[in-house]
């Protein structure tokens, strides 16, 4: 291992074998693993988040995982900090931290000097705008906001409503645009980090993540996610999660049970290609092909 080295992060898209990956890792390195991925923070969503069992872990500690209830809110920044004390923690005990998932922005915020915006959410003005896109539309929504925030107008797709809506509120009420916000995110790496980024051929992707989504629904999915309409989990941040979205969908009677399990496939597949946009784009990372002997010539 470089002594040179203090952090260690495996990044990829969804189905692409991280978990495997990493513990064997963290046994050659003497690694503790800290979770990167923005949906295992939950609790009660362990097989739509593909979040990984106790036999899996062999016996590697693994760092903030079902940390969360459903109905809580779950931020970057809050990620950020946790995980800067995990490093420490694990660091002391003379391990080294491994972060290990597919939330690249929430990766990037750890490693480098991000700085976010702390503005405090103004609910009414939230709830005008809520209530606006009820009566007025996605794309009346998005106008508004490409007028007052054009460079976020520009990179929001009008569906994306949640996005548009803090994109409005940091520009009428912090006076912040998200331009100004990027600003703030830094590029000066925080540690001395290796990124191991994995890849493979597009095709054999998309057929892993057509094959998982069949054995999630083998593993219980459905049943995970009726537990949680069942109690009445509803419009939280976590039942955006792909697979929950879309089996909510199928229980308020939308779509069959069929074309939601095919709409799970579809997001997922779309999802790891904006993961991959992302990573190659925001960070310095050593590409391998999921190969273990690729792994040990850079660490």
């Given at each position: 291992?470089n ?8 990044i ?8 495997a990956l990493s513990?064997?890792l963290?046994?050659?390195i003497d690694g503790?693993?800290?979770n ?6 939950y609790?009660?969503m362990?097989?739509g988040?593909?979040?990984i ?14 940390i ?8 970057v920044?809050?990620y ?9 923690e694990?660091?002391?005990?003379g391990?080294m931290?491994?972060?290990?998932g ?15 915006t702390?503005?405090e ?12 896109l ?8 998005h ?6 925030d ?7 797709h009008p569906?994306?409503?949640?996005r548009?809506i803090?994109?409005?509120?940091m ?6 645009s998200r331009?100004e916000?990027?600003f ?7 540690y001395n980090h ?16 057509n094959?998982?989504?069949d054995?999630?629904?083998?593993a219980?999915l459905?049943e995970?996610?009726r ?7 509803r419009?939280?941040?976590s ?12 229980f ?7 074309e939601?399990?095919?709409q799970?496939k ?5 999802y ?8 190659r784009n925001k960070m310095?990372i050593?590409?391998?092909g999921n190969d ?6 850079i660490?």
């Amino acid at each position: 291992m470089n002594n040179k080295i203090d952090v260690v992060a495996i990044i990829g898209p969804t189905a692409s074998g991280k978990t495997a990956l990493s513990i064997r890792l963290a046994k050659e390195i003497d690694g503790e693993i800290i979770n990167g991925d923005s949906m295992q923070v939950y609790r009660h969503m362990d097989i739509g988040t593909a979040k990984i069992t106790v036999d899996e872990m062999e016996g590697i500690p693994h760092h903030l995982l079902s940390i969360k209830e459903p109905t809580e809110a779950f931020s970057v920044a809050e990620y950020q900090q946790l995980v800067r004390g995990k490093i420490e923690e694990i660091q002391a005990r003379g391990k080294m931290p491994i972060i290990v998932g597919g939330t690249g922005l929430y990766v990037q915020s750890v490693l480098y000097d991000f700085q976010f915006t702390k503005q405090e959410v103004d609910e009414e003005a939230r709830l005008k705008y809520y209530e606006e896109l009820e009566k007025l539309g996605p794309e009346a929504m998005h106008a508004k906001l490409a007028i007052i925030d054009p460079a976020s107008a520009a990179e929001i797709h009008p569906n994306n409503t949640r996005r548009v809506i803090r994109a409005l509120e940091m520009a009428e009420l912090a006076g912040v645009s998200r331009a100004e916000e990027q600003f703030n995110r830094g590029n000066i790496p925080l540690y001395n980090h290796l990124i191991i980024g994995l890849d493979m051929d597009r095709a054999k992707l998309y057929e892993r993540i057509n094959l998982r989504v069949d054995l999630m629904m083998k593993a219980g999915l459905l049943e995970e996610v009726r537990a949680l309409y069942n109690a009445g989990i509803r419009d939280v941040q976590s039942i955006k999660a792909i697979g929950y979205k879309e089996l909510y969908a199928y229980f308020d009677g939308l779509v069959t049970l069929e074309e939601a399990i095919e709409q799970i496939k579809q997001n997922s597949r779309r999802y790891a290609k904006r993961q991959l946009t992302y990573f190659r784009n925001k960070m310095d990372i050593s590409w391998i092909g999921n190969d273990w002997d690729a792994v040990r010539s850079i660490i």
